[in-house]
């Protein structure tokens, strides 16, 4: 019998803040569930790879950074989603974190609300 190593993990190791709850102004049910704040996070180049691509296939995911699933962000009334594209500006890579800043202020959130 052979015995399975386990992969080692990548972990990201910094002090910085990595995420933040946000309440919601007008909380949702869902699955039995009240759900009235969202975890806002950072995330990884993988994730924003992923969600790009994603993009490109004209699909329209939960970007990665809020932790909810898809029937809940798509019932989100639209001020809290602003709520969430607003708290997210900090945990964004540097290289989407200006034009997700113009999109906000040009009208238009970064997630499609």
């Given at each position: 019998?052979?015995?399975?190593?386990a992969?080692?993990i990548?972990?990201?190791?910094?002090?910085?803040p990595?995420?933040?709850?946000?309440?919601?102004?007008y909380?949702?049910?869902?699955?039995?569930?009240?759900?009235?704040?969202?975890?806002?996070?950072?995330?990884?180049?993988?994730?924003?790879?992923?969600?790009m691509?994603a993009?490109?296939?004209?699909?329209?995911?939960?970007?990665?950074?809020?932790?909810?699933?898809?029937e809940?962000?798509?019932?989100?009334?639209?001020?809290?989603?602003?709520?969430?594209?607003?708290?997210?500006?900090?945990?964004l890579?540097?290289?989407?974190?200006?034009?997700?800043?113009?999109?906000?202020?040009?009208?238009?959130?970064m997630?499609?609300?």
């Open positions: 019998m052979t015995e399975e190593t992969k080692p990548a972990r990201i190791v910094s002090d910085l990595r995420e933040k709850m946000i309440p919601l102004e909380p949702l049910e869902f699955d039995g569930q009240i759900i009235s704040e969202v975890r806002v996070r950072r995330v990884s180049g993988k994730e924003v790879q992923d969600y691509e993009i490109g296939r004209d699909e329209s995911p939960v970007p990665p950074m809020f932790d909810l699933p898809m809940v962000y798509d019932a989100m009334d639209d001020d809290d989603r602003l709520s969430l594209d607003e708290a997210s500006l900090p945990f890579p540097r290289r989407l974190r200006q034009a997700a800043a113009r999109s906000l202020v040009g009208g238009e959130a997630s499609g609300s």
